[in-house]
């Protein structure tokens, strides 16, 4: 039976225990800075070609005015936001309706960066999540509680507070973003890059629910904590890599890609009104569900 008190206790403690321990500590830092690699790679181009135009035009002296300095860094800037929405397209091979939403509706810098972090969030998961039960099951440090509640709230319980350990670690490096672009980029007003940020956050923790669902799961089969990050990061990675380089060989193969929440990722970076991003969505909360429902049974059933 779930206990609504039970649950917010174990999931408190998860998160204040994620903030404090090692491992929690070690996610923070791997995220914030993964994050702002790929942060720095989609916006690198554009400070390059800016900083090329300033040393072009401090040589030229009197010779170039203001006024021209400033059209030949708009007209850079449109070219750089023209290659970076043929990156995009290069990536995730979208529609054009779609490339048309994070290139031109969308600040196309903003949609670059996501994209990215699209790629990274099954490793943000998994890093913050790995170790929902595993520790504690292997310590027999859970039969203490067992005295006290339910197995569905532990499991439960556990989970929502690794997710929301993962939605304040996230927060945070998007904080960090949002103001790292509005001081960096020029290109885009402000606004609607943090605009677009904070859409972009609120997809993203969408998208690494079921990751996190999957760690709870795989957390609960194992005794190790290393061995259930290692588990963890082949089912989220290796699979879709495998499924991949079968695509390349027989295009139909990349089908199988739908089998896993990976291959509705790009979904969630539709538009609002569009069918296929509210198909995401229920593909992320069915995905998260199965795998919870999967874990749970396991761990009802299982030694402490």
Avoid at 5 to 31: C, E, N, P
Avoid at 64 to 90: F, M, P, Y
Avoid at 261 to 277: H, I, N
């Amino acid at each position: 039976m779930l206990r609504q008190a039970h649950l917010k206790l174990i999931a408190g403690h998860s998160v204040r225990h994620g903030v404090r321990g090692g491992a929690g500590l070690v996610s923070i830092l791997l995220t914030m800075v993964v994050g702002l690699i790929l942060a720095n790679i989609a916006i690198w181009p554009l400070d390059a070609v800016n900083k090329t135009i300033d040393k072009t035009v401090e040589r030229a002296g009197d010779r170039i005015s203001d006024a021209e300095r400033v059209a030949a860094h708009e007209e850079v800037n449109r070219e750089v936001v023209r290659v970076t929405g043929k990156a995009i397209d290069w990536l995730i091979e979208p529609s054009q309706d779609q490339l048309d939403y994070l290139t031109k509706d969308k600040p196309a810098f903003v949609s670059a960066i996501l994209v990215l972090l699209f790629l990274a969030t099954p490793l943000f998961s998994c890093l913050g999540g790995f170790n929902q039960t595993s520790g504690d099951i292997a310590t027999r440090g859970l039969r203490f509680l067992l005295i006290r509640t339910e197995r569905p709230n532990i499991f439960i319980g556990r989970f929502i507070g690794t997710y929301l350990f993962a939605a304040l670690v996230n927060l945070l490096l998007f904080a960090v973003l949002a103001a790292y672009l509005a001081a960096k980029v020029k290109v885009h007003p402000s606004g609607d890059m943090v605009l677009w940020m904070l859409q972009g956050y609120l997809r993203l923790m969408l998208f690494s629910l079921p990751y996190i669902a999957i760690c709870a799961w795989v957390s609960c089969a194992i005794e190790s904590s290393f061995g259930s990050l290692v588990i963890a990061l082949m089912l989220t990675y290796l699979l879709p890599i495998f499924i991949g380089r079968g695509e390349a060989i027989e295009e139909k193969v990349g089908y199988l890609q739908f089998l896993t929440p990976w291959g509705f990722k790009y979904w969630l970076l539709q538009p609002a009104t569009s069918g296929y991003f509210w198909g995401g969505v229920l593909a992320m909360l069915g995905f998260t569900a199965v795998f919870l429902v999967l874990g749970l049974r396991y761990f009802e059933k299982r030694d402490l």
